[in-house]
Protein backbone atom coordinates (compact mmCIF):
# COMPACT_ATOMS: atom_id res chain seq x y z
CA UNK A 1 0.00 0.00 0.00
CA UNK A 2 1.44 2.83 -1.33
CA UNK A 3 1.04 7.20 -0.30
CA UNK A 4 -0.09 7.43 -3.94
CA UNK A 5 -2.15 4.81 -3.85
CA UNK A 6 -3.75 6.03 -0.62
CA UNK A 7 -3.84 9.60 -1.68
CA UNK A 8 -5.92 8.77 -5.18
CA UNK A 9 -8.60 6.55 -3.64
CA UNK A 10 -8.71 9.55 -1.09
CA UNK A 11 -9.36 11.47 -3.97
CA UNK A 12 -11.49 9.69 -5.19
CA UNK A 13 -13.77 8.80 -2.63
CA UNK A 14 -14.22 12.64 -1.48
CA UNK A 15 -14.84 13.88 -5.06
CA UNK A 16 -18.16 11.15 -4.36
CA UNK A 17 -19.39 13.00 -1.37
CA UNK A 18 -22.43 14.74 -1.84
CA UNK A 19 -21.94 18.24 -3.32
CA UNK A 20 -18.61 16.86 -4.86
CA UNK A 21 -16.89 17.03 -1.41
CA UNK A 22 -13.60 19.36 -1.16
CA UNK A 23 -9.98 18.65 -0.58
CA UNK A 24 -8.54 19.16 3.03
CA UNK A 25 -5.07 18.34 3.05
CA UNK A 26 -4.87 17.97 7.04
CA UNK A 27 -7.07 15.23 6.15
CA UNK A 28 -4.87 13.78 2.96
CA UNK A 29 -1.92 14.39 5.65
CA UNK A 30 -3.53 11.88 8.07
CA UNK A 31 -4.09 9.54 5.37
CA UNK A 32 -0.61 9.45 4.43
CA UNK A 33 0.39 9.08 7.58
CA UNK A 34 -2.00 6.43 9.17
CA UNK A 35 -0.85 4.22 5.77
CA UNK A 36 2.89 4.65 7.06
CA UNK A 37 2.18 3.60 10.54
CA UNK A 38 0.26 0.69 9.08
CA UNK A 39 3.02 -0.33 6.88
CA UNK A 40 5.75 -0.01 9.16
CA UNK A 41 3.74 -1.87 12.26
CA UNK A 42 4.04 1.69 14.06
CA UNK A 43 2.16 3.84 16.39
CA UNK A 44 0.62 6.98 15.51
CA UNK A 45 -0.78 9.53 17.51
CA UNK A 46 -2.92 12.33 15.24
CA UNK A 47 -4.56 15.64 16.67
CA UNK A 48 -7.19 16.29 14.12
CA UNK A 49 -9.34 19.29 14.23
CA UNK A 50 -13.23 19.60 13.78
CA UNK A 51 -13.72 19.49 9.88
CA UNK A 52 -10.82 17.68 9.06
CA UNK A 53 -13.03 14.40 7.82
CA UNK A 54 -10.50 11.67 10.25
CA UNK A 55 -12.69 8.93 9.71
CA UNK A 56 -12.09 8.72 5.80
CA UNK A 57 -8.47 9.76 7.19
CA UNK A 58 -8.25 6.63 8.84
CA UNK A 59 -10.45 4.26 6.97
CA UNK A 60 -9.27 4.75 3.66
CA UNK A 61 -5.96 3.59 4.39
CA UNK A 62 -6.73 0.73 6.45
CA UNK A 63 -8.83 -0.78 4.24
CA UNK A 64 -6.64 -0.50 1.38
CA UNK A 65 -3.86 -1.68 3.87
CA UNK A 66 -6.19 -5.30 3.33
CA UNK A 67 -5.07 -5.94 7.08
CA UNK A 68 -8.41 -7.14 9.72
CA UNK A 69 -8.51 -3.91 11.79
CA UNK A 70 -10.86 -2.80 14.40
CA UNK A 71 -12.40 0.94 14.88
CA UNK A 72 -12.59 1.91 18.93
CA UNK A 73 -15.01 5.05 19.50
CA UNK A 74 -15.66 6.33 22.76
CA UNK A 75 -19.71 7.59 22.14
CA UNK A 76 -22.98 6.26 20.23
CA UNK A 77 -22.80 8.79 17.75
CA UNK A 78 -19.89 8.12 16.32
CA UNK A 79 -20.38 4.62 16.26
CA UNK A 80 -24.01 5.21 14.41
CA UNK A 81 -21.83 7.52 11.69
CA UNK A 82 -19.46 5.08 10.55
CA UNK A 83 -22.55 2.36 10.70
CA UNK A 84 -24.84 4.21 9.07
CA UNK A 85 -22.74 6.67 7.04
CA UNK A 86 -19.45 6.37 6.38
CA UNK A 87 -18.70 2.69 5.90
CA UNK A 88 -21.60 1.85 3.51
CA UNK A 89 -20.63 4.96 1.43
CA UNK A 90 -16.91 3.19 1.29
CA UNK A 91 -18.35 0.12 0.44
CA UNK A 92 -20.05 2.06 -2.62
CA UNK A 93 -17.26 4.08 -3.53
CA UNK A 94 -13.92 2.52 -2.50
CA UNK A 95 -12.77 0.09 -5.48
CA UNK A 96 -11.28 -2.73 -2.60
CA UNK A 97 -14.05 -4.63 -1.57
CA UNK A 98 -14.20 -5.34 2.21
CA UNK A 99 -17.03 -6.41 4.42
CA UNK A 100 -17.68 -4.67 7.99
CA UNK A 101 -19.49 -5.11 11.29
CA UNK A 102 -20.63 -3.64 13.68
CA UNK A 103 -20.34 -5.19 17.51
CA UNK A 104 -21.85 -4.40 20.97
CA UNK A 105 -21.55 -5.66 24.57
CA UNK A 106 -23.97 -8.23 25.03
CA UNK A 107 -26.69 -6.22 26.67
CA UNK A 108 -27.19 -4.62 23.67
CA UNK A 109 -28.70 -7.89 22.25
CA UNK A 110 -32.09 -9.44 22.68
CA UNK A 111 -32.14 -12.36 24.31
CA UNK A 112 -33.67 -15.33 22.79
CA UNK A 113 -33.90 -16.94 25.67
CA UNK A 114 -34.93 -14.40 27.75
CA UNK A 115 -38.21 -13.59 25.69
CA UNK A 116 -38.92 -17.60 25.64
CA UNK A 117 -39.19 -17.73 29.60
CA UNK A 118 -41.26 -14.51 29.53
CA UNK A 119 -43.65 -15.99 27.32
CA UNK A 120 -43.83 -19.48 29.05
CA UNK A 121 -44.58 -17.26 32.58
CA UNK A 122 -47.86 -16.20 30.36
CA UNK A 123 -51.20 -18.41 31.09
CA UNK A 124 -51.09 -20.37 27.88
CA UNK A 125 -47.97 -20.32 27.19
CA UNK A 126 -45.41 -22.24 25.47
CA UNK A 127 -46.10 -25.92 26.10
CA UNK A 128 -49.36 -24.55 28.33
CA UNK A 129 -47.05 -24.62 31.65
CA UNK A 130 -46.75 -21.36 33.19
CA UNK A 131 -43.11 -20.84 34.07
CA UNK A 132 -43.32 -18.30 37.61
CA UNK A 133 -41.34 -15.67 36.15
CA UNK A 134 -38.15 -13.94 38.18
CA UNK A 135 -38.03 -10.34 39.26
CA UNK A 136 -36.78 -8.83 36.25
CA UNK A 137 -40.07 -8.15 34.86
CA UNK A 138 -41.90 -7.46 37.82
CA UNK A 139 -41.69 -3.60 37.37
CA UNK A 140 -41.94 -3.70 33.58
CA UNK A 141 -45.31 -2.51 31.39
CA UNK A 142 -46.48 -5.95 30.08
CA UNK A 143 -47.77 -4.06 26.74
CA UNK A 144 -43.74 -3.25 26.37
CA UNK A 145 -42.48 -6.38 26.69
CA UNK A 146 -45.00 -7.78 24.81
CA UNK A 147 -43.91 -5.58 21.75
CA UNK A 148 -40.33 -6.35 22.29
CA UNK A 149 -41.16 -9.45 22.29
CA UNK A 150 -42.92 -9.38 18.95
CA UNK A 151 -39.60 -7.75 17.82
CA UNK A 152 -37.38 -10.39 18.71
CA UNK A 153 -39.44 -12.60 16.78
CA UNK A 154 -38.63 -10.82 13.71
CA UNK A 155 -35.06 -9.11 14.11
CA UNK A 156 -32.51 -10.03 12.29
CA UNK A 157 -29.73 -8.51 14.78
CA UNK A 158 -31.79 -7.94 17.59
CA UNK A 159 -29.62 -4.60 18.31
CA UNK A 160 -31.62 -2.18 20.60
CA UNK A 161 -30.19 0.35 18.16
CA UNK A 162 -33.11 -1.03 15.37
CA UNK A 163 -36.17 -0.05 17.68
CA UNK A 164 -37.94 2.66 16.52
CA UNK A 165 -38.47 3.78 20.28
CA UNK A 166 -35.93 3.76 23.28
CA UNK A 167 -36.84 0.70 25.66
CA UNK A 168 -37.46 1.59 29.43
CA UNK A 169 -34.57 0.07 31.35
CA UNK A 170 -37.02 -2.07 33.18
CA UNK A 171 -38.59 -3.58 29.83
CA UNK A 172 -34.68 -4.00 28.33
CA UNK A 173 -33.48 -5.83 31.67
CA UNK A 174 -36.33 -8.21 31.50
CA UNK A 175 -35.50 -9.22 27.49
CA UNK A 176 -31.84 -9.22 27.90
CA UNK A 177 -28.78 -10.36 29.65
CA UNK A 178 -25.50 -8.88 30.52
CA UNK A 179 -21.93 -10.72 30.43
CA UNK A 180 -21.78 -11.49 34.11
CA UNK A 181 -25.40 -13.77 34.07
CA UNK A 182 -24.94 -15.52 30.42
CA UNK A 183 -23.41 -18.69 30.65
CA UNK A 184 -22.58 -18.69 26.61
CA UNK A 185 -24.30 -20.51 23.70
CA UNK A 186 -22.72 -24.27 25.10
CA UNK A 187 -24.97 -23.97 27.87
CA UNK A 188 -28.19 -22.17 26.78
CA UNK A 189 -31.06 -23.87 25.35
CA UNK A 190 -30.92 -21.38 22.40
CA UNK A 191 -27.92 -20.86 22.35
CA UNK A 192 -27.71 -21.94 18.42
CA UNK A 193 -29.93 -18.85 17.73
CA UNK A 194 -27.89 -16.53 20.05
CA UNK A 195 -27.89 -12.66 18.33
CA UNK A 196 -24.98 -11.73 20.46
CA UNK A 197 -23.64 -14.25 19.15
CA UNK A 198 -24.35 -14.25 15.77
CA UNK A 199 -23.22 -10.89 15.96
CA UNK A 200 -19.45 -12.14 17.06
CA UNK A 201 -19.87 -14.36 14.19
CA UNK A 202 -19.65 -11.79 11.64
CA UNK A 203 -17.53 -9.92 13.50
CA UNK A 204 -15.28 -12.65 13.29
CA UNK A 205 -15.64 -12.67 9.34
CA UNK A 206 -15.36 -8.71 8.57
CA UNK A 207 -12.41 -7.05 7.48
CA UNK A 208 -13.37 -3.86 9.61
CA UNK A 209 -15.61 -4.17 13.34
CA UNK A 210 -16.68 -1.17 14.98
CA UNK A 211 -17.02 -1.70 18.22
CA UNK A 212 -16.91 0.69 21.54
CA UNK A 213 -14.08 1.96 23.76
CA UNK A 214 -15.78 0.27 26.73
CA UNK A 215 -16.04 -2.88 24.81
CA UNK A 216 -12.39 -2.70 23.75
CA UNK A 217 -11.26 -2.07 27.06
CA UNK A 218 -13.31 -5.10 27.97
CA UNK A 219 -11.36 -7.12 25.39
CA UNK A 220 -7.65 -5.47 26.81
CA UNK A 221 -8.83 -6.47 30.44
CA UNK A 222 -10.25 -9.70 30.33
CA UNK A 223 -7.85 -11.44 27.82
CA UNK A 224 -11.23 -13.62 26.73
CA UNK A 225 -11.06 -12.57 23.44
CA UNK A 226 -14.28 -11.04 23.37
CA UNK A 227 -13.16 -9.25 20.18
CA UNK A 228 -11.95 -10.91 16.91
CA UNK A 229 -7.92 -11.57 16.15
CA UNK A 230 -6.99 -7.95 14.45
CA UNK A 231 -4.09 -6.49 13.36
CA UNK A 232 -4.72 -3.05 13.43
CA UNK A 233 -6.08 -0.99 15.86
CA UNK A 234 -7.77 2.82 15.60
CA UNK A 235 -8.87 4.08 18.83
CA UNK A 236 -11.03 7.91 17.52
CA UNK A 237 -12.16 9.76 20.22
CA UNK A 238 -8.96 8.69 21.93
CA UNK A 239 -8.29 11.33 24.52
CA UNK A 240 -10.75 10.10 27.12
CA UNK A 241 -8.97 6.23 26.35
CA UNK A 242 -6.95 6.58 29.64
CA UNK A 243 -10.23 7.33 31.30
CA UNK A 244 -12.39 4.60 30.13
CA UNK A 245 -9.67 1.80 29.88
CA UNK A 246 -9.39 2.36 33.66
CA UNK A 247 -13.06 1.89 34.06
CA UNK A 248 -12.95 -1.30 32.10
CA UNK A 249 -9.99 -2.90 33.91
CA UNK A 250 -11.41 -1.77 37.20
CA UNK A 251 -14.33 -3.71 39.52
CA UNK A 252 -17.56 -2.13 40.69
CA UNK A 253 -19.29 -3.46 43.43
CA UNK A 254 -22.71 -1.53 43.83
CA UNK A 255 -25.85 -1.77 45.70
CA UNK A 256 -27.62 -2.93 42.29
CA UNK A 257 -25.84 -5.42 42.10
CA UNK A 258 -27.23 -7.26 45.10
CA UNK A 259 -30.73 -6.42 43.98
CA UNK A 260 -30.14 -7.41 40.90
CA UNK A 261 -28.90 -10.58 41.78
CA UNK A 262 -32.23 -11.39 44.52
CA UNK A 263 -34.34 -10.42 40.96
CA UNK A 264 -32.77 -12.93 38.99
CA UNK A 265 -33.34 -15.48 42.03
CA UNK A 266 -36.59 -15.13 42.86
CA UNK A 267 -38.71 -17.81 40.94
CA UNK A 268 -35.74 -20.33 40.94
CA UNK A 269 -35.64 -20.33 45.01
CA UNK A 270 -38.56 -19.87 46.59
CA UNK A 271 -40.29 -15.93 46.81
CA UNK A 272 -40.34 -15.97 50.12
CA UNK A 273 -37.24 -17.91 50.78
CA UNK A 274 -34.67 -16.03 53.10
CA UNK A 275 -31.79 -16.26 51.23
CA UNK A 276 -33.42 -14.09 48.47
CA UNK A 277 -34.71 -11.94 51.05
CA UNK A 278 -31.70 -11.62 52.49
CA UNK A 279 -29.62 -10.98 49.49
CA UNK A 280 -31.84 -8.30 48.38
CA UNK A 281 -30.84 -6.52 51.78
CA UNK A 282 -26.97 -6.73 51.12
CA UNK A 283 -27.25 -4.07 49.15
CA UNK A 284 -28.58 -1.30 51.71
CA UNK A 285 -26.27 -2.54 54.29
CA UNK A 286 -23.17 -2.33 52.44
CA UNK A 287 -24.30 1.31 51.46
CA UNK A 288 -24.81 1.94 54.57
CA UNK A 289 -21.84 1.37 55.62
CA UNK A 290 -19.82 3.20 52.78
CA UNK A 291 -21.88 6.50 53.11
CA UNK A 292 -19.28 7.86 56.09
CA UNK A 293 -16.55 7.00 53.33
CA UNK A 294 -17.83 8.51 50.17
CA UNK A 295 -15.15 10.50 48.32
CA UNK A 296 -12.43 8.67 50.16
CA UNK A 297 -9.31 5.71 49.55
CA UNK A 298 -9.54 2.57 51.51
CA UNK A 299 -6.27 1.61 52.53
CA UNK A 300 -5.47 -2.19 53.04
CA UNK A 301 -5.80 -3.14 55.54
CA UNK A 302 -9.57 -1.94 54.95
CA UNK A 303 -11.81 -0.22 57.90
CA UNK A 304 -13.11 -2.31 60.21
CA UNK A 305 -16.93 -1.98 59.40
CA UNK A 306 -16.19 -1.79 55.74
CA UNK A 307 -14.23 -5.26 56.28
CA UNK A 308 -16.89 -6.90 58.27
CA UNK A 309 -19.72 -5.55 55.72
CA UNK A 310 -17.87 -7.41 53.28
CA UNK A 311 -17.56 -10.29 54.39
CA UNK A 312 -21.52 -10.68 55.93
CA UNK A 313 -22.99 -9.50 51.79
CA UNK A 314 -20.01 -12.58 50.57
CA UNK A 315 -21.84 -14.88 53.06
CA UNK A 316 -25.72 -13.88 51.54
CA UNK A 317 -24.10 -14.19 48.10
CA UNK A 318 -22.33 -17.26 48.97
CA UNK A 319 -25.60 -19.14 50.63
CA UNK A 320 -27.23 -17.97 47.38
CA UNK A 321 -24.69 -19.72 45.55
CA UNK A 322 -25.30 -22.78 47.59
CA UNK A 323 -28.90 -22.83 47.33
CA UNK A 324 -28.63 -22.66 43.51
CA UNK A 325 -26.29 -25.67 43.66
CA UNK A 326 -28.63 -27.65 44.55
CA UNK A 327 -31.16 -26.60 41.37
CA UNK A 328 -31.45 -29.65 38.99
CA UNK A 329 -29.75 -28.16 35.55
CA UNK A 330 -27.56 -25.43 37.58
CA UNK A 331 -24.89 -27.40 39.52
CA UNK A 332 -21.65 -28.37 38.43
CA UNK A 333 -18.74 -26.76 35.66
CA UNK A 334 -19.44 -29.29 32.73
CA UNK A 335 -20.19 -27.60 29.65
CA UNK A 336 -23.24 -29.31 28.40
CA UNK A 337 -26.13 -27.18 27.42
CA UNK A 338 -29.39 -26.74 29.77
CA UNK A 339 -31.93 -28.91 28.84
CA UNK A 340 -35.38 -26.45 29.20
CA UNK A 341 -36.14 -22.28 30.58
CA UNK A 342 -35.87 -23.40 34.11
CA UNK A 343 -32.16 -24.91 34.03
CA UNK A 344 -31.29 -22.45 31.51
CA UNK A 345 -32.47 -19.20 34.33
CA UNK A 346 -31.07 -21.03 37.10
CA UNK A 347 -27.72 -21.33 35.04
CA UNK A 348 -27.55 -17.55 34.95
CA UNK A 349 -28.30 -17.08 38.34
CA UNK A 350 -24.84 -19.23 39.50
CA UNK A 351 -22.92 -17.19 37.09
CA UNK A 352 -23.87 -13.63 38.11
CA UNK A 353 -23.61 -14.65 41.95
CA UNK A 354 -20.16 -16.44 40.97
CA UNK A 355 -19.18 -13.12 38.90
CA UNK A 356 -20.31 -10.67 42.31
CA UNK A 357 -18.69 -12.98 44.52
CA UNK A 358 -15.22 -12.59 42.43
CA UNK A 359 -15.19 -8.90 42.70
CA UNK A 360 -16.27 -8.77 46.36
CA UNK A 361 -13.05 -11.04 46.80
CA UNK A 362 -11.25 -8.65 44.28
CA UNK A 363 -12.03 -5.35 46.15
CA UNK A 364 -11.51 -7.24 49.80
CA UNK A 365 -7.95 -7.87 48.70
CA UNK A 366 -6.62 -5.18 46.77
CA UNK A 367 -3.23 -5.16 45.24
CA UNK A 368 -0.67 -2.19 45.57
CA UNK A 369 -1.08 -1.51 41.59
CA UNK A 370 -4.63 -0.87 42.58
CA UNK A 371 -6.51 2.04 44.16
CA UNK A 372 -9.79 1.05 46.57
CA UNK A 373 -12.19 4.00 46.78
CA UNK A 374 -16.03 4.84 47.21
CA UNK A 375 -17.63 7.15 44.93
CA UNK A 376 -21.40 7.34 43.43
CA UNK A 377 -24.10 9.33 44.81
CA UNK A 378 -24.75 10.19 48.60
CA UNK A 379 -27.75 7.80 48.43
CA UNK A 380 -26.44 5.45 46.94
CA UNK A 381 -22.36 5.01 47.51
CA UNK A 382 -20.63 2.19 45.21
CA UNK A 383 -16.87 0.18 46.12
CA UNK A 384 -14.68 0.73 42.90
CA UNK A 385 -11.07 -1.14 42.47
CA UNK A 386 -9.33 0.87 39.82
CA UNK A 387 -5.52 0.36 38.22
CA UNK A 388 -3.26 2.96 39.63
CA UNK A 389 -2.72 3.99 35.83
CA UNK A 390 -2.94 1.52 32.36
CA UNK A 391 0.29 1.73 30.92
CA UNK A 392 1.15 -1.54 31.99
CA UNK A 393 -1.91 -3.16 30.36
CA UNK A 394 -1.92 -0.94 27.08
CA UNK A 395 2.32 -2.05 26.89
CA UNK A 396 1.24 -5.64 27.44
CA UNK A 397 -2.06 -6.45 25.45
CA UNK A 398 -2.04 -3.45 23.08
CA UNK A 399 1.18 -1.54 21.81
CA UNK A 400 3.26 -4.94 21.93
CA UNK A 401 0.67 -6.72 19.89
CA UNK A 402 -0.26 -4.05 16.63
CA UNK A 403 0.10 -1.21 15.43
CA UNK A 404 -2.40 1.35 16.96
CA UNK A 405 -3.47 4.96 15.37
CA UNK A 406 -4.97 6.95 17.80
CA UNK A 407 -6.79 10.32 16.85
CA UNK A 408 -8.99 13.08 18.69
CA UNK A 409 -9.54 16.93 18.05
CA UNK A 410 -8.63 17.64 21.46
CA UNK A 411 -5.12 15.64 22.54
CA UNK A 412 -2.92 17.51 25.44
CA UNK A 413 1.12 17.20 25.71
CA UNK A 414 1.85 13.99 27.22
CA UNK A 415 -1.25 12.12 26.17
CA UNK A 416 1.05 9.22 24.90
CA UNK A 417 3.83 8.70 27.32
CA UNK A 418 0.40 8.66 30.20
CA UNK A 419 -0.75 5.53 27.94
CA UNK A 420 2.46 3.95 28.05
CA UNK A 421 3.17 4.11 24.46
CA UNK A 422 6.41 3.89 22.86
CA UNK A 423 7.56 7.14 22.05
CA UNK A 424 8.85 8.25 18.39
CA UNK A 425 9.48 11.97 17.37
CA UNK A 426 7.07 11.43 14.31
CA UNK A 427 4.30 9.67 16.34
CA UNK A 428 2.49 13.22 17.26
CA UNK A 429 0.99 14.52 14.02
CA UNK A 430 -1.36 17.47 14.09
CA UNK A 431 -3.17 17.92 11.01
CA UNK A 432 -4.96 21.14 12.25
CA UNK A 433 -8.28 22.01 11.01
CA UNK A 434 -9.36 23.51 7.59
CA UNK A 435 -11.92 25.97 9.37
CA UNK A 436 -10.38 29.74 9.06
CA UNK A 437 -9.72 30.22 13.01
CA UNK A 438 -7.73 33.20 13.16
CA UNK A 439 -10.17 35.00 10.87
CA UNK A 440 -13.51 33.79 12.22
CA UNK A 441 -12.90 33.41 16.02
CA UNK A 442 -11.46 35.22 18.92
CA UNK A 443 -10.39 33.85 22.16
CA UNK A 444 -10.51 35.89 25.38
CA UNK A 445 -8.90 35.58 28.34
CA UNK A 446 -10.20 38.12 31.45
CA UNK A 447 -6.80 38.26 32.52
CA UNK A 448 -7.63 41.53 34.43
CA UNK A 449 -10.27 39.68 37.10
CA UNK A 450 -8.81 38.35 40.37
CA UNK A 451 -7.98 34.59 40.48
CA UNK A 452 -11.04 31.77 41.58
CA UNK A 453 -9.38 31.43 45.01
CA UNK A 454 -10.08 35.37 45.20
CA UNK A 455 -13.95 35.61 46.98
CA UNK A 456 -14.37 38.78 44.56
CA UNK A 457 -13.83 36.64 41.72
CA UNK A 458 -17.43 34.94 41.89
CA UNK A 459 -18.75 38.02 41.37
CA UNK A 460 -16.61 39.83 39.29
CA UNK A 461 -17.09 36.95 36.41
CA UNK A 462 -20.80 37.48 36.42
CA UNK A 463 -20.72 40.85 35.54
CA UNK A 464 -17.61 40.07 33.16
CA UNK A 465 -20.22 37.66 31.64
CA UNK A 466 -23.40 39.76 31.61
CA UNK A 467 -21.29 42.26 29.60
CA UNK A 468 -20.33 39.55 27.22
CA UNK A 469 -23.92 38.08 27.04
CA UNK A 470 -25.08 41.61 25.93
CA UNK A 471 -22.14 41.75 23.11
CA UNK A 472 -23.22 39.26 21.33
CA UNK A 473 -26.99 39.46 21.57
CA UNK A 474 -27.77 36.63 23.52
CA UNK A 475 -26.50 33.44 21.34
CA UNK A 476 -24.40 32.42 24.41
CA UNK A 477 -23.81 28.79 24.97
CA UNK A 478 -22.04 29.23 28.91
CA UNK A 479 -20.67 26.66 30.60
CA UNK A 480 -19.18 26.12 34.09
CA UNK A 481 -17.71 23.91 36.25
CA UNK A 482 -19.91 23.37 38.85
CA UNK A 483 -24.00 23.49 38.73
CA UNK A 484 -23.18 25.60 42.10
CA UNK A 485 -21.74 28.04 39.66
CA UNK A 486 -24.32 27.78 37.14
CA UNK A 487 -27.06 28.26 39.17
CA UNK A 488 -26.16 31.42 40.92
CA UNK A 489 -25.38 33.02 37.38
CA UNK A 490 -28.42 32.06 35.91
CA UNK A 491 -30.30 33.80 38.90
CA UNK A 492 -28.36 36.82 38.58
CA UNK A 493 -29.11 37.52 35.11
CA UNK A 494 -31.85 35.66 34.28
CA UNK A 495 -34.31 39.05 34.95
CA UNK A 496 -31.34 41.78 34.27
CA UNK A 497 -30.41 40.50 30.61
CA UNK A 498 -33.12 41.46 28.07
CA UNK A 499 -32.41 37.80 26.39
CA UNK A 500 -34.22 34.57 26.98
CA UNK A 501 -32.17 32.53 29.39
CA UNK A 502 -32.48 28.03 29.70
CA UNK A 503 -30.44 26.50 32.28
CA UNK A 504 -29.54 23.22 32.62
CA UNK A 505 -32.07 21.16 34.34
CA UNK A 506 -35.06 23.41 32.57
CA UNK A 507 -35.83 20.89 29.95
CA UNK A 508 -34.68 17.50 29.13
CA UNK A 509 -31.18 17.95 27.47
CA UNK A 510 -32.68 17.62 23.51
CA UNK A 511 -35.18 19.62 24.31
CA UNK A 512 -32.75 22.74 25.46
CA UNK A 513 -30.26 22.04 22.42
CA UNK A 514 -33.27 22.38 20.27
CA UNK A 515 -34.68 25.69 21.91
CA UNK A 516 -31.39 27.30 22.02
CA UNK A 517 -30.55 26.23 18.17
CA UNK A 518 -33.81 28.03 17.31
CA UNK A 519 -33.81 30.97 18.97
CA UNK A 520 -30.92 32.59 18.31
CA UNK A 521 -31.02 35.34 20.78
CA UNK A 522 -31.18 32.62 23.09
CA UNK A 523 -28.56 32.09 25.97
CA UNK A 524 -27.63 28.25 27.66
CA UNK A 525 -26.17 27.73 30.88
CA UNK A 526 -24.59 24.31 31.83
CA UNK A 527 -22.73 21.92 33.27
CA UNK A 528 -19.28 19.26 32.16
CA UNK A 529 -22.15 17.34 30.60
CA UNK A 530 -22.35 19.99 27.87
CA UNK A 531 -18.94 20.50 27.22
CA UNK A 532 -18.66 17.66 24.80
CA UNK A 533 -20.94 16.65 22.23
CA UNK A 534 -23.39 19.39 21.38
CA UNK A 535 -23.40 20.86 18.20
CA UNK A 536 -25.00 24.14 17.38
CA UNK A 537 -23.79 25.32 14.24
CA UNK A 538 -24.79 29.01 12.64
CA UNK A 539 -25.68 32.05 14.06
CA UNK A 540 -27.11 30.66 17.32
CA UNK A 541 -24.19 30.29 19.14
CA UNK A 542 -21.78 33.29 18.62
CA UNK A 543 -20.40 33.00 22.46
CA UNK A 544 -18.69 30.14 24.33
CA UNK A 545 -18.14 31.21 28.03
CA UNK A 546 -15.98 29.04 30.44
CA UNK A 547 -16.35 29.97 33.87
CA UNK A 548 -12.90 28.45 35.13
CA UNK A 549 -10.25 26.59 34.15
CA UNK A 550 -11.71 22.58 34.97
CA UNK A 551 -8.95 21.33 36.38
CA UNK A 552 -9.93 17.73 38.04
CA UNK A 553 -11.33 17.69 41.85
CA UNK A 554 -7.86 17.48 43.57
CA UNK A 555 -9.92 15.53 46.30
CA UNK A 556 -10.84 12.63 43.52
CA UNK A 557 -9.33 9.62 45.13
CA UNK A 558 -7.83 7.79 42.30
CA UNK A 559 -6.15 10.90 41.07
CA UNK A 560 -4.74 11.54 44.63
CA UNK A 561 -3.34 8.00 44.12
CA UNK A 562 -2.06 8.43 41.27
CA UNK A 563 -0.30 12.34 41.78
CA UNK A 564 1.70 10.26 45.11
CA UNK A 565 2.65 8.05 42.32
CA UNK A 566 3.97 10.56 40.04
CA UNK A 567 5.58 12.45 42.83
CA UNK A 568 6.84 16.50 42.15
CA UNK A 569 5.54 17.02 39.14
CA UNK A 570 2.10 15.34 39.81
CA UNK A 571 0.61 18.56 38.63
CA UNK A 572 2.02 18.88 35.39
CA UNK A 573 1.69 15.62 34.18
CA UNK A 574 -2.25 14.36 35.44
CA UNK A 575 -4.02 18.07 36.30
CA UNK A 576 -2.56 20.34 33.70
CA UNK A 577 -3.36 17.14 30.78
CA UNK A 578 -6.81 16.56 31.89
CA UNK A 579 -7.90 20.37 32.30
CA UNK A 580 -6.30 21.44 28.86
CA UNK A 581 -8.53 18.77 27.17
CA UNK A 582 -11.69 19.55 28.37
CA UNK A 583 -11.50 22.71 28.19
CA UNK A 584 -10.33 22.28 24.52
CA UNK A 585 -13.60 20.02 24.34
CA UNK A 586 -15.55 23.52 25.48
CA UNK A 587 -13.71 25.50 23.41
CA UNK A 588 -14.71 22.86 20.86
CA UNK A 589 -18.61 23.85 20.41
CA UNK A 590 -17.69 27.20 18.74
CA UNK A 591 -16.73 26.45 15.26
CA UNK A 592 -18.77 23.87 13.76
CA UNK A 593 -18.59 24.55 9.97
CA UNK A 594 -16.11 26.81 7.84
CA UNK A 595 -19.03 29.59 7.85
CA UNK A 596 -19.62 29.51 11.43
CA UNK A 597 -17.82 32.85 13.63
CA UNK A 598 -17.35 33.60 17.18
CA UNK A 599 -15.32 33.93 20.23
CA UNK A 600 -14.56 32.15 23.59
CA UNK A 601 -14.23 34.21 26.57
CA UNK A 602 -11.89 31.93 29.74
CA UNK A 603 -13.31 34.25 32.65
CA UNK A 604 -10.28 32.71 34.42
CA UNK A 605 -6.67 34.67 34.86
CA UNK A 606 -4.69 32.00 35.32
CA UNK A 607 -4.74 30.98 31.34
CA UNK A 608 -2.84 33.97 30.87
CA UNK A 609 -1.21 34.63 33.53
CA UNK A 610 0.22 31.18 35.33
CA UNK A 611 3.16 29.12 34.01
CA UNK A 612 1.14 25.69 33.09
CA UNK A 613 -1.29 28.59 30.53
CA UNK A 614 0.55 28.21 27.50
CA UNK A 615 0.72 24.51 27.54
CA UNK A 616 -3.23 24.34 27.93
CA UNK A 617 -3.09 27.25 25.11
CA UNK A 618 -1.34 24.85 22.99
CA UNK A 619 -4.53 22.25 22.79
CA UNK A 620 -6.78 24.83 21.38
CA UNK A 621 -7.80 25.92 17.48
CA UNK A 622 -5.31 28.85 16.58
CA UNK A 623 -7.78 31.63 17.58
CA UNK A 624 -7.07 35.17 17.58
CA UNK A 625 -5.68 35.99 20.71
CA UNK A 626 -6.82 38.73 23.22
CA UNK A 627 -6.77 40.12 26.83
CA UNK A 628 -8.78 43.45 25.62
CA UNK A 629 -12.91 42.53 26.78
CA UNK A 630 -13.64 45.30 24.41
CA UNK A 631 -12.06 43.90 21.19
CA UNK A 632 -13.73 41.41 21.78
CA UNK A 633 -16.96 43.28 22.70
CA UNK A 634 -16.67 44.96 19.27
CA UNK A 635 -16.21 41.32 17.65
CA UNK A 636 -19.03 40.05 19.00
CA UNK A 637 -21.84 43.13 17.85
CA UNK A 638 -20.30 43.05 14.39
CA UNK A 639 -21.69 39.29 14.03
CA UNK A 640 -25.02 40.12 15.34
Known sequence: MGGTEVAEALRRVVSALPGGGEARPGQARMADAVAAAVTDDRHLIVRAGTGTGKTLAYLVPAILSGRRVVVATATRAL???????DLPFLDEHLDQP???????????????????????????????????????????????????????????????AELDHEPSEAAWAAVSTTSRECPGARR???????????????????????VNLHLYGLDLASGDAIL????????????????????????????????HLARVLRGILAEADETVARVADAGGLLAGVLAPHRDRRLL??????????????????????????????????APERAGDDAS??????????????????????????????????????????????????????????????LTSATLAPGFGARLGLPQRPDELLDVGSPFDYPANAVVYCAARLPRPTDPRWADAAIEELAALVD???????????SYRAMHRARDALQTRLPYPLLAQGDLPKPALVERFANDPETSLFATMSFWQG?????????????????????DDPLLQARREHAGPGAFEVIDVPRAATLLAQGVGRLIRTATDRGAVAVLDPRLATARYGPKIVATLPRMRRTKDRAEIERFLRELR
Request: proline share 7%; net charge negative.
Open 79 to 85: QDQLATK
Open 98 to 160: FDWAILKGRANYVCLQRVAELNAGEPGGAGGEQLELDGLAENADPEELAHLAEWAGTTLTGDR
Open 300 to 333: APLPSDVADALATVRGRVERALEALRAVPGASGD
Open 228 to 259: PEHEVAILDEAHLVEDIISATSGVEVTAGRFT
Open 534 to 554: IDVPGPSLSLVTIDRLPFPRP
Open 188 to 210: CPRGDDCLAEAARARAADADVVV
Open 344 to 405: ARAVRARQAATSLLDDIDAIAEPRDDQVLFVTGPERSPLLRLAPLDVAALLRDRLWSRRPAV
Open 471 to 481: AAGGRTLALFT
